[in-house]
């Protein structure tokens, strides 16, 4: 079994999940353009993915999901919960103001007014005077968006040019569409090719946060991704038991969040019961709950603002201690500039 970690951090996370003959993408949080580039770095085919299963809708964490998955054709595994956040996300809104509803009702008299056949508007316009003023540009852009039409070319040039990742000439399609989404609940066991994939639920700030454990059906080898959770609850604890390489969050030093530049409310966030495992807590984990299993242990979704990957893997070192070896409980740290080498076990 592989795992390879093309990114972690707070700019996107990915990660490749591979037996003999199954391949299974992590996340999907970084530009479609530089997943496949950081897969083809690493040594993974992106043709011979099977799926993506999503853990959470923030953007760290989807940013180039649609278009990776259209480009691919493959399918998206979310929980119900995250798949209606995501849609909702990527969904434009299409709210407006009373003064902007007013505008559009006025553009759009004036658009019936000058359709008018010629008949009628041959004869005074006694019952709406005001649309007699010269007709000029729509009052409103919201308006005027309205009413062109999506064969309009303006609009085209302005898609293509926006999803600049890689959609071409194509009109943009609905961002919401995928090539086909497959529901599963965390707890309750499913399989993809010759893997067994167990979601479990963490405790973050979005709609329905999971980590997963990977068995291999002949390899017998576990692998698991947690990153993204305020605090270690018995469940989490409990699902990393046995694990071979383990992705584990330690995000942040605890001084260097309070010290830093980061506003009071988001400091509040991340600390909070739904935020991110700091070091400690990490270390924590490791030094009390941690059955010692793990060939690999790849400390992830590090923060560039308040952390030092050296304070972090200095943490975990002395809470592992003596049960480091050169074949077990190995620490690796993941980056959020480059992918690591692949991890066999
Ligand atoms: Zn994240
Ligand atoms: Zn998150």
Redesign the pocket.
């Known amino acids: 079994m592989r795992m390879t970690v093309l990114a972690s951090g707070s700019k996107g996370n990915s990660t490749v999940i591979a037996s003999a003959n199954t391949q299974i993408l992590v996340d999907a949080g970084l530009s479609c353009r530089e997943i496949l580039k950081r897969m083809r770095l690493a040594g993974e085919d992106p043709a011979a993915l099977s799926a993506i299963l999503i853990t ?1 809708e ?1 953007q ?2 989807v940013a180039g999901l649609a278009t990776l998955a259209r480009r691919l054709r493959i399918p998206v595994y979310f929980t119900e919960p995250t798949h209606r956040a995501w849609v909702r996300m990527v969904t434009p809104r299409t709210t407006m103001t009373y003064a902007q509803w007013l505008d559009q009702l006025q553009a759009e008299r004036e658009a019936r007014a000058q359709a008018m056949p010629a008949r009628q508007a041959t004869s005074p316009q006694r019952y709406h005077p005001e649309h007699s003023v010269t007709p000029g540009p729509p009052a409103s852009s919201l308006a005027d968006a309205e009413r062109r039409r999506p064969e309009d070319p303006a609009i085209q040039l302005q898609a293509s040019a926006s999803d600049a990742d890689d959609e071409g000439d194509t009109p943009k399609p609905d961002p919401s569409s995928l090539p086909a989404v497959e529901y599963f609940h965390s707890g309750a066991n499913f399989s993809i090719g010759d893997i067994s994939i167990t979601p479990f639920t963490i405790p ?1 700030d ?1 709609a329905d ?1 999971c980590g997963f454990v990977f068995e291999s059906h002949t390899e017998r080898i576990r692998m698991a991704v947690a990153t ?1 959770l305020g605090y270690m609850p018995p469940n989490v604890k409990a699902a990393l038991r046995r694990i071979d390489v383990l992705l584990l969050e330690s995000n942040h030093d605890l001084d260097m969040l309070r010290d830093g530049p980061y506003p009071w409310s988001v400091k509040q966030r991340v600390l909070s019961r739904v935020g991110h495992l700091s070091n400690h807590a990490t270390a924590e984990f490791l030094a009390r709950d941690y059955d010692g299993s793990a060939a690999w242990i790849v400390l992830g979704h590090l923060s560039e603002q308040n952390n030092d990957p050296s304070l972090a893997l200095i943490s975990a070192e002395q809470a592992i201690g003596g049960r480091m070896t050169l074949l077990g409980n190995r620490l690796l740290l993941a980056s959020q500039a480059a992918p690591l080498a692949p991890i066999c076990v």
């Open positions: 959470h923030h760290d964490h973050h979005a946060p993204d």
